[in-house]
Structure formats: structure tokens, C-alpha cells
């Protein structure tokens, strides 16, 4: 059975007081010796719209009431090209892995030993017995299930959620009810052994967050390449700044003097001028020449 916390509404605050009470038949008599070893109920708590795993549930037990304390994990995982998984809120939740590698189990035991687990009810059939019944079904469901749980590649299924609900549990039971409460409200033709009692709640409303990052951006990846190039070559952002300011003053140098050169060689040009033109006027003065 699977209640929605949506018929619920929201809590009005955190503990006992504000918990959602469940008061459970377990209707033993009918319970089948070769399936059932225990008496009890197995609960779970998942998220809205994701497949009820009870291999992660508790056990609660006949005639006890137990408190059912929850704590909120959420995990964000990043997606292609870091973690593979579905960003598709959408997806109904009978497409989620795990459903799906369970009806990988379920076919390859149906079709190489012609027996069915204790748990296949969405293919139950009274043609197929279960592998419970006889030994060496049973051995040959075993030996199916090591194969498929060992090598799951060959069952092609979706990928997980990126964006995942967890609710982390803590229980506490006592003896329920007390003999005087058993003495004032209980008949005594019921059985308190039939029924057990659960009463679920937040501990607290905030919640701790998981999020995958990236291991480096752009920007880190910018820095480690100037880190490995400083640790190399012995340069930094001072050193480059450094170098730049060396070579404007060189050229700015080189420039002045290439003007100096110029000025000096222009000068020396009209200094020889000078001097062959007086050494020409001195020329024409003298009678004998």
C-alpha cells in the first residue's frame, strides 16, 4: 500500500505532536508459513513519485507503537558529461531503475527456471509456481540472480534522477497499547498482536543539500595553466608586466638615439658644407691661384 502525503497536507510543525498516525491490521491468519517468517509490516518513506524500495525500509512489530522520526536529504548531481542521469522531473516513477533491473530478475527467472519470487505480484500467475516451493527452483533463482546482479549491463534501463529526496529515519518503539489503555478502549475478543501503531514526523524542517560542482571552470583552468607556467619558466603576472615595461624602454630608448644619430649626422653635413664653401671663398681671394 502507498499513502501520499499529499492527503496529509503539510505538517503544522516538527515532532510527535504534528506526526501522521497509522494504526495497521496485520491480519496473521492469513499469512502464508512458506513466504512470511515474521509477523509485522515493512514501512518505507521515498519520495512523491519514486519507486517504494523496501529493502531500505524499517520493520515495525505487532503491539508495539513506534515513532518514526525523518531527516531531509536532498542530492543535485550535475549530469552529461560528469554523472550520468536523468534530468526529466517528469518520468513516471514505474520507468526508475530500480523497478526495472527487479523485471530483468523476474523475466530471466521465469524463463530459465519456471518459477516466480515471493514479491513478483505485478506477474503473478497461478500457472507459475514460486522458487520457494522447491529446492532446486530455488537454487536455480538464486544462481540467476548472482548472474544478473553481478553483470546488469545486458538489462537496459533508465538512468537515475538528477535531482533526488532522501529521508534519513530514526525509530523508536514501546509497548503498545499499556494494559490500563488496553483495559478502557480495547474488547476482549481483539487481539492486540494484530495490529501495530506508527506515528511519522519531521525532526526538523531544514534539510541538509548534496550538490555535485565541477571540479575546475574556465577560470581555474586559466590559473593552474599560469601556475604551471610560472612553476616552469619561473614567470608570474609581475614578471610579464615586468618584461613589457623592459621592452617599451628599449624601444623608446633605441628610438631616442636613432633621433640623436640623425641630428648629429644632419649637423656634421652642414658643418663640412661650411667648410667647403669658406675654403672656396679663400680660394677666389688669392691672386695666385
Request: with cysteine; charged share 30%; net charge negative.
Amino acid at each position: 500500500y502507498t499513502l501520499s502525503a499529499r492527503r496529509f497536507g503539510k505538517p503544522d510543525g516538527i515532532g510527535i505532536y504534528n506526526s501522521i498516525e497509522l494504526r495497521m491490521s496485520l491480519d496473521t491468519g492469513n499469512y502464508c508459513a512458506s513466504i512470511s517468517e515474521a509477523e509485522g509490516v515493512r514501512v518505507t518513506v521515498h519520495e512523491a513519485g519514486s519507486w517504494p524500495d523496501p529493502n531500505t525500509g524499517v520493520t515495525l512489530a505487532p503491539a508495539m507503537s513506534h515513532s518514526i522520526g525523518l531527516k531531509t536529504k536532498k542530492v543535485k548531481m550535475l549530469g552529461w558529461p560528469y554523472t550520468p542521469c536523468e534530468k526529466d522531473k517528469s518520468r513516471p516513477f514505474e520507468d526508475s531503475p530500480e523497478p526495472c533491473f527487479d523485471k530483468c530478475v523476474v523475466r530471466a527467472t521465469m524463463d530459465e527456471c519456471g518459477c516466480k519470487f515471493d514479491g513478483s505480484i505485478k506477474y503473478d500467475s497461478f500457472e507459475i509456481p514460486y522458487c520457494a516451493e522447491e529446492e532446486e527452483l530455488m537454487k536455480c533463482a538464486e544462481a540467476v540472480e548472482d548472474r544478473w546482479m553481478e553483470d546488469l549491463d545486458d538489462c537496459v534501463c533508465p538512468l537515475e534522477r538528477c535531482e533526488q529526496t532522501k529521508y534519513e529515519v530514526y525509530r523508536s518503539s514501546a509497548r503498545w497499547p499499556g494494559d490500563k489503555k488496553r483495559a478502557l478502549d480495547w474488547g476482549e475478543d481483539e487481539n492486540p498482536n494484530e495490529y501495530v501503531q506508527a506515528q511519522i514526523y519531521f525532526q526538523e524542517f531544514s534539510y541538509e543539500e548534496f550538490k555535485e560542482v565541477p571540479d575546475s571552470n574556465f577560470v581555474q583552468m586559466l590559473s593552474s595553466i599560469g601556475g604551471s607556467l610560472g612553476l616552469c619558466l619561473g614567470m608570474s603576472l609581475i614578471s610579464v608586466g615586468e618584461l613589457v615595461e623592459l621592452c617599451s624602454l628599449l624601444i623608446i630608448r633605441a628610438n631616442r638615439h636613432r633621433k640623436e644619430r640623425a641630428k648629429e649626422r644632419k649637423a656634421q653635413e652642414e658643418e663640412k658644407k661650411k667648410r667647403l664653401l669658406s675654403e672656396g671663398s679663400e680660394e677666389m681671394k688669392d691672386p695666385t691661384s
